[in-house]
């Protein structure tokens, strides 16, 4: 097979602040890169708007399977876009040995490198903070962001990449249970439970029934800590409940899909120059039918808005089919130029999440001014979604392509 990345494989997140630098890139793995760029083209693809166009063809199959892999499932199961998150804070662990790697070798001490790793994780909480506050009157605390999850775990996930393996498969496996069992023996909804005075709208079919219930959405240990937790930070109104389901405690569970990300990422340089495929193709599979029979068994649902145990392993056994897919066309085949598209992204990721989530608004309306509206409507106005975001999309490729050509990374 073919060989890999140097050493100095860079991470998602590098530096001590947020800056743009110029970099001499090392040889890197251009599979993991192109995963990357997948994971942040599937989150910039929202402005495509597909559920709005399924609405508009009604009798469209296409549209709808499209629309339905462009949002999140309401509780239980998954959708293509229910792998974003799970894949990049997996992402996350595979750089983080090649980054401890490469600074150690530059001399950095333990206790530096710790020091560093914390204040990267405190910038990636508040980064996160900040993001979901654009649109508030106020600092909006809140910690379910992809971004703020990965901080919360990210120092612990370092400390335990200087442990041995078996320590570490220890200590993934303590998280998972120690996190099911802590909502296993928190009281489940009874059956007079109000879900209305927690969101859940009346005749939500997706509520379980039995042991599983404990996961039910707003009535469980997570929901029950945010209403202490998030109500000690200054707010506009009380916190009650998120209307999605979303909760801080996730970030527990998630420090288990960027170990495992951690695995990979040793696996990866421990049998370089040859690429693992056959040891990521076999986790996946493990740890994804490990969760389809905690799943059936009622033991663990899989739930990605609560990231219950079972979702850990199922997203992560998929993160590792990614993998295997992405290594075998471009390392193993070496079908290479097809990627680029998604490797310029991919090296930019941070950049990428920053403009998705600030520019869309200022993009649109550049547009809107500049064009008109009646130049998206070239295929009628029910399209017209789908040409305004073909549109932006090609706005935020082009802003990446011209900081790759000029080696500009923006790094945390």
């Known amino acids: 097979m073919s060989s890999i990345v140097s050493a100095e494989y860079p991470p998602i997140v590098a530096s001590a602040s947020v800056e743009a630098v110029a970099v001499q890139a ?29 609405h508009s063809y009604p009798g469209s ?26 894949s990049f804070t997996f992402l996350v662990g595979v750089a983080l040995p090649y980054s401890i790697h490469s600074r150690m070798r530059k001399g950095q001490s333990f206790g530096h490198l ?11 909480i508040a980064l996160g903070i900040f993001l ?62 109000d879900y209305a005075s927690v969101g859940v709208p009346v005749g939500w079919h997706h509520n379980f029934t039995g042991f599983a219930s404990h996961w039910n959405k707003n009535s469980n240990l997570g929901q029950a800590f945010d209403v202490w937790f998030l109500n000690l930070f200054p707010r506009t109104s009380p916190f009650l409940f998120n209307d999605g389901g979303y909760l801080t405690l996730s970030f527990i569970p998630t420090l288990g899909t960027m170990l495992l990300g951690l695995m990979a990422g040793q696996w990866f340089r421990a049998a370089a120059p040859r690429i693992p495929l056959r040891r990521f193709f076999v986790a996946g599979l493990i740890l994804f039918s490990a969760a389809l029979f905690f799943h059936f068994t009622g033991i663990c649902p899989i739930v990605k808005r609560v990231w219950t145990p079972s979702w850990t392993l199922f997203s992560g056994g998929i993160c590792f089919f990614f993998l295997v897919a992405f290594s075998w066309i471009i390392d193993v085949k070496n079908y290479r130029r097809w990627a680029f598209p998604l490797v310029v992204v991919g090296m930019n990721s941070i950049a990428a999440y920053l403009i998705t989530h600030l520019w869309e608004n200022f993009i649109v309306s550049s547009f809107h001014i500049n064009l008109g509206y009646r130049v998206f409507q070239i295929f009628g106005s029910a399209l017209e979604p789908l040409m305004l975001g073909m549109a932006v999309m090609l706005v935020y490729w082009l802003i990446l392509f011209w900081m790759y050509r000029n080696k500009i990374f923006l790094r945390i």
Not at 26 to 48: F, H, I, K, Q, T
Not at 141 to 164: H, K, N, P, S
Not at 165 to 184: D, R
Request: with cysteine.
């Open 26 to 54: 090392p040889r890197r793995n251009v599979a993991v890169d192109a995963y990357r760029g997948l994971v942040m083209l599937l989150m910039m693809g929202e402005v495509l708007n597909f559920a709005t166009i399924a």
């Open 114 to 124: 710790l020091l560093h790793t914390i204040w990267r994780s405190l910038l990636l």
């Open 132 to 193: 979901r506050s654009t649109h508030s009157t106020q600092t909006y605390f809140t910690f379910e962001d992809t971004l703020t999850q990965i901080g919360l775990g990210y120092t612990v996930a370092f400390l335990l990449a200087f442990c041995r393996p078996k320590w570490q498969w220890t200590a993934f496996a303590v998280i998972l249970f120690g996190y099911w069992l802590a909502w296993a023996l928190y009281p489940a909804p009874g059956p007079n439970f």
């Open 61 to 86: 199959l296409f549209w709808r399977v499209l629309a339905y892999n462009q949002t999140h499932v309401e509780w239980a199961g998954l959708g293509l876009h229910d792998t974003i998150q799970p």
